[in-house]
């Protein structure tokens, strides 16, 4: 399909990518058989589709993602979960006795799975196990920075819980729980997080945190 | 400020120099508030103008949320320092009005469908007035959502046409404002060529009206090509995070 856009150009809003009208992915738009810019960003094809990757963007929950929430509600047919921000899951039990039996009171910290979301609302994964988060270190960084939290196949994640031998739930919706052995260490996990917050968009970051941790622990 | 004698004289100069197509000097930055999600400032010439996005959060009061899309609240205020006479504190009528034409316009380009039961909050507030501020007030919006992330169709962008002394001039300070014959501001979503606020003060024929709105396309599609060249400036240092 014709583009026009080029691999490290920075797109506009209304900017036209391409004439193939029917392969609009994320971030575009399709009008009159053209595809345009919604957000500002790189475009890129995916899967055979024109997509923009935002530089800002809110986090949208789609299905499969893991989130970590807040329980905000009990209800007879369910729970409402925080998800930060201005979104609220909802976990759908028509059992009145199973919603008494799973223990979930308002406030309790789960770790969950979105089955679907859309118009309908966000609907929480039921089947996938409910983890309820007994302790840990709360805390909420920017939903677009979890991707390079993560790291390319988990790099700067499995590292940043090696080096502290923590175990750190990442929630996709910006929210994270951290558990570690002691506070110094608990410490330290958080400071490399507001780290790769803070500097997600440079580059050899991963080693970088990796110095800084490694100082950090040492100095006690 | 009394009347001039005349407000364009007869080598078609206006009171502060210009051409009768002419922009004033603009400057535009982005990002330049670190609380709110998307932020602009722009001037046209004394008119200085900063804006504020928020969003997509939550909506206050929550019943005013709606199930399918966000709803888009606007504040367009003027401080009291903007202006030399005494200008009310709070929101004047003309304020609330302004508020109104400008969400109106910015709900046409915005994907409100993208974020149920959110609100996006715009907030514009004049910090020196001296003509055209609610077109400079819209063009600044328009780069705040942009900057905040929040999808669009496209910029918007506006500026005001006049008519002083019976000619058509483009970009009104106060004073050709305030002593001409017409005022028209224009804003328009230049990729489709839609107009997206449109209003008039004082008398034109249709024949100026239609002269008016081509000049006021010419000046829009100059604003367009600043906005872009101010937004690619401050996103292309930054490469976006890494997947």
């Known amino acids: ?220 | 400020m009394e009347k001039p004698e005349r407000l364009i004289d007869e080598n078609g100069r206006r009171v502060d120099g210009r051409r009768f197509d002419e922009l004033r000097p603009i400057k535009m930055e982005i990002g330049v508030l670190d609380k709110s999600d998307g932020s602009a400032y722009v001037e046209f010439g004394g008119t200085k103008v900063i804006a504020a996005v928020f969003g997509p959060r939550e909506a206050h009061p929550r019943h005013l949320a709606l199930p399918d899309r966000a709803i888009l609240n606007c504040r367009y205020h003027m401080t009291s320092f903007s202006v030399e006479e005494r200008k009310p504190l709070g929101m004047t009528r003309r304020e609330v009005e302004l508020s109104k034409v400008i969400r109106e316009a910015l709900e046409t380009v915005t994907f409100l469908e993208e974020f149920p039961r959110a609100s996006i909050d715009v907030y514009i507030e004049v910090i020196q007035a001296d003509g055209g501020t609610r077109t400079t007030g819209l063009t600044a919006a328009s780069l705040a959502l942009a900057d905040a992330g929040i999808p669009m169709a496209d910029l918007i962008a506006a500026v005001a046409v006049g008519k002083v002394n019976g000619q058509l001039v483009l970009d009104l300070c106060d004073i050709e404002d305030k002593y001409g014959e017409a005022d028209m501001p224009v804003a328009m979503a230049p990729r489709f060529n839609s107009i997206v606020l449109l209003q008039l003060n004082g008398r034109m024929t249709p024949d100026e009206f239609r002269r008016g709105l081509a000049l006021a396309q010419k000046g829009i599609s100059e604003i367009y090509k600043l906005q872009r060249e101010a937004l690619k400036k401050k996103f292309s240092s930054i490469p976006p995070t890494e997947t």
Not at chain 1, 175 to 202: C, D, Q, R, S, Y
């Open chain 1, 1 to 220: 399909m014709p583009i026009y856009f080029s691999e490290h150009e920075v797109v506009l809003p209304g900017q036209l990518l391409s004439d193939n009208g029917k392969r609009s992915g994320e971030g575009t738009y399709s009008i009159g058989g053209k595809v345009y810019a919604a957000q500002i960003g790189f475009a890129s094809i995916k899967n055979n589709k024109v997509v923009v990757i935002p530089f800002k963007s809110a986090y949208k929950p789609s299905p499969g993602d893991r989130v970590i929430g807040i329980i905000s509600d009990v209800k007879p047919n369910g729970f409402e979960v925080d998800l930060g921000g201005y979104l609220t899951g909802m976990i759908r039990i028509p059992d009145r006795e199973e919603v008494v039996n799973m223990n979930l009171k308002v406030g309790d910290v789960v770790y969950v799975k979105i089955r679907e979301s859309g118009l309908g609302g966000i609907i929480i994964d039921k089947r996938d196990r409910i983890r309820k988060i007994q302790s840990g270190l709360l805390i909420h960084i920017h939903p677009a920075k979890i991707n390079r939290l993560i790291g390319r196949r988990g790099s700067m994640i499995n590292m940043i819980k090696k080096l502290t031998g923590c175990e750190i739930l990442v929630g996709k919706n910006g929210l994270i729980v951290i558990n570690g052995p002691t506070p110094k260490h608990e410490f330290a996990a958080m400071k490399a997080i507001e780290m790769v917050e803070n500097e997600a968009h440079t580059s050899g970051l991963t080693e970088r945190v990796e110095k800084y941790l490694k100082e950090l622990l040492e100095k006690g």
